[in-house]
């Protein structure tokens, strides 16, 4: 099975400050028909995860444009350009271009 | 909009059977496969089944195996969750997915307790 492995586990960070969460498979995420399968999420307190990212860079509808993604076969980013106090909470990666669909352990967003 | 409301969750005994329902809305419901993944406080979602969109084919977490049955009701739009032997490791707010996992339920609680 694909292993996800985030850095860091929790970042503390400054509002207007930038943040960038790393997400490493244990394998290249290209699936056979050459595209990449994988999503990041964001889990406020209380609430379902909100799908920001998929297919490694696309951004969902409703996302503000202070998210981006980047990555290519095991190595993943999200960056947040200028954090506000709204972007509290869970980050997770997702994969889902091996069977089976797996998570990484999330990095937990603070603010200072 | 796309809603998803699960519902079925609750106080269970160790060793029984519990069974989840997830009522789809919003969209043409028998285009689309649909997963069930439970999240845990300290822990990652789990994925834990997967359905096509007619319901011949299911995958599901080799975690789960043999004690976890996912199905579909298309005619009324609902999706289901049947887990037997249920442990205190199953204890988990359950969600609902559609496929891609852009759209999620709020969750239906199960505390696997005595």
């Known amino acids: 099975d694909v292993v996800l492995t985030q850095s860091p586990p929790s970042l503390s960070v400054t509002p207007g400050q930038p943040a960038s969460i790393t997400c490493t498979s244990s394998?290249?995420?290209?699936?056979?028909?050459?595209?990449?399968?994988f999503n990041w999420y964001q889990e406020r307190p209380g609430q379902s995860p909100r799908r920001l990212i998929y297919?490694?860079?696309e951004r969902d509808s409703g996302v503000p444009d202070r998210f981006s993604a980047s990555g290519s076969g095991t190595d993943f980013t999200l960056k947040i350009s200028r954090v506000e106090a709204e972007d509290v909470g869970l980050y997770y990666c997702?994969?889902?271009?091996?069977?089976?669909?797996?998570f990484g352990q999330g990095t937990r967003v603070e603010i200072k | 909009q796309v809603q998803l409301v699960e519902s079925g969750g609750g106080v269970v005994r160790p060793g029984t059977s519990l069974r989840l329902s997830c009522e789809a809305s919003?969209?043409?419901?028998?285009?689309?496969?649909m997963n069930w993944v439970r999240r845990t406080p300290g822990k990652s979602p789990e994925w834990l089944a997967l359905?096509?969109?007619?319901?011949?084919?299911?995958h599901y977490a080799e975690s789960l195996q043999g004690r976890v049955t996912v199905s579909r009701d298309n005619s009324r739009n609902f999706l289901y969750l049947q887990l037997t032997n249920v442990r205190p490791d199953d204890t988990a707010l359950y969600h609902c997915?559609?496929?891609?996992?852009?759209?999620w339920g709020r969750g239906t609680q199960v505390t696997v307790s005595s």
């Open positions: 997915t559609r496929a891609g996992h852009l759209y």
């Open positions: 919003g969209f043409a419901f028998s285009d689309y496969a």
């Open positions: 359905i096509s969109p007619d319901g011949s084919t299911q």
């Open positions: 394998q290249s995420l290209v699936y056979s028909d050459g595209n990449i399968y």
């Open positions: 297919k490694v860079s």
């Open positions: 997702m994969q889902g271009s091996h069977w089976p669909p797996a």
